[in-house]
């Protein structure tokens, strides 16, 4: 194929991507958006393998473990659970920054595969791209793999500190762009597998400080890392197809975590760079002994509800777990017969990542029209007769607004706390992933429901 036909299908195959991308913005049009994903995809490797030529045997051995790649991320896209969505993505990105990784290794060990010069006198353009390439790639990977493990809960989600830390990943950064400038001049390979090496170190180094309420930034931020990988290395293969997925995903990564950002009242900065999630809980537990919470039954809820004008359900991650969105939709078409006015609000990080509690719900068909976002529905709690909050803890926890001491103060939260009544489904009084104690348990109009999400709300349905 001719290098202006393998260039025109590229930029096919990036608006294409493009089109995935505007797609994936709303539930309504996200299948949409992944079968335009998929279509640009598959022009992008089938043109790839029409441009190299002849392949020789190597063409056994890539379409081998093209099978085998294929295979394990189908099958692990057929049984992951929406719940453990946030640490697949978080998994699937270290493999785009590993996979920039060897890329960048090879390049440079092989210079003469890639038309890049010969071993110790490629061109300077080429190196400073696949050492760029290399650098974030490992940063992405080794970060990714740390946010998997917190969100796993393989390691804990609290963060970790220690005395000058932030001043020690200054100066590795600074480290990695010396080394950088000292391989251009030296193009040894010592100072390569250096600059990698420090490089993984780095991603292991951001990342450990960053507490559970940061985690949504910390997803999109790699999401973004692994895109600027996949570029740099796309300018090091001269492949324009690599260039355009990798500068789409990296600034669109670096918009989502910014807007999420402003959407918690986070600094940028200050969340890339961690610290962020410590907190005292001894006040916590004095509240608890202090002051008992109410408990309540399915008959008390469904009591409460039925004679509500107004209804406002709040998912959150244990709905998720629990996979209660299709008895919620059950117990809202009830309460629907029975005259009563029912909305969904959600958190911009409600669950684990953006659009979480969106999939679901759009999971149990429920209307688009029905379900609004904080800033859309946040006054309607004042005038709202019955909250009902399904696992969400973090999100609609009243000391985001009046406790400086708190990780998550000044993060916008849901203001649950101002509907009349107050039904919390949750197993325990345990804290939530930020890992700090929810003060609207303790309110005089909060009712605590413990049980199982799916198994109490359909205990309300059967009482309506």
Request: neutral net charge; hydrophobic residues 50%; contains cysteine.
């Amino acid at each position: 194929m001719s290098a202006n036909l393998s260039a025109f299908f590229y930029l096919i195959s990036g608006i294409l991507f493009i089109l995935a991308l505007r797609g994936l913005s709303s539930p309504e049009t996200s299948r949409q958006g992944n079968y335009f994903g998929i279509a640009g995809m598959t022009i992008a490797i089938v043109v790839t393998f029409l441009s190299v030529g002849n392949f020789g045997l190597g063409i056994v051995y890539v379409l081998f473990f093209l099978l085998i790649g294929g295979s394990i991320g189908a099958f692990i896209a057929f049984r992951i659970p929406m719940t453990a969505m946030p640490e697949l993505v978080a998994g699937f990105h270290s493999l785009v920054g590993l996979a920039a990784v060897f890329v960048a290794i090879s390049a440079f060990l092989k210079p003469e595969a890639f038309n890049l010069g010969v071993t110790g006198n490629i061109k300077l353009a080429s190196l400073i791209e696949m050492s760029l390439g290399a650098a974030i790639g490992a940063i992405t990977f080794s970060g990714s793999i740390i946010a998997f493990l917190k969100l796993r809960g393989i390691m804990s989600g609290a963060p970790i500190t220690f005395k000058g830390q932030h001043i020690l990943n200054l100066i590795l950064g600074f480290s990695i762009i010396v080394l950088i400038y000292y391989l251009c001049n030296s193009q040894l390979t010592t100072v390569f597998w250096t600059i990698v090496a420090i490089s993984f170190l780095v991603g292991v180094l951001l990342i450990i400080p960053i507490g559970g309420a940061d985690m949504p930034v910390v997803i999109s931020m790699l999401n973004s890392y692994s895109g600027w990988a996949a570029a740099g290395i796309g300018f090091t293969l001269e492949n324009s197809a690599l260039i355009i997925t990798g500068a789409l995903v990296g600034s669109s990564g670096a918009i989502l975590s910014y807007i999420m950002c402003k959407g918690m009242n986070r600094s940028f900065f200050n969340v890339i760079l961690g610290g962020w999630g410590a907190t005292d809980q001894s006040s916590s537990k004095e509240r608890k002994e202090q002051k008992p919470v109410k408990n309540g039954n399915a008959d008390d809820a469904a009591f409460l509800m039925k004679n509500a004008s107004s209804v406002i359900i709040v998912p959150g991650y244990g709905m998720a777990v629990a996979q209660a969105q299709h008895a919620l939709r059950e117990m809202v078409d009830a309460l629907k017969k029975n005259g009563v006015k029912v909305s969904y609000a959600i958190h911009p990080v409600a669950g684990r990542m953006p659009g979480h509690m969106n999939v679901l719900l759009a999971e149990a068909n429920v209307p688009y029209d029905e379900v609004f976002e904080l800033e859309e529905i946040n006054n309607d709690f004042a005038n709202c007769d019955v909250a009902y909050v399904i696992g969400a803890n973090d999100v609609t926890n009243p000391v985001a607004k009046s406790d400086p001491q708190s990780p998550i103060y000044g993060m916008p939260v849901l203001d649950v706390e101002k509907s009349k009544s107050v039904l919390f489904v949750k197993r325990s009084l345990s804290p939530g992933y930020a890992g700090i104690d929810n003060d609207l348990f303790y309110r005089d109009n909060t009712l605590m429901l413990f049980a199982d999400a799916k198994k109490m709300t359909e205990e309300i349905v059967k009482s309506l």
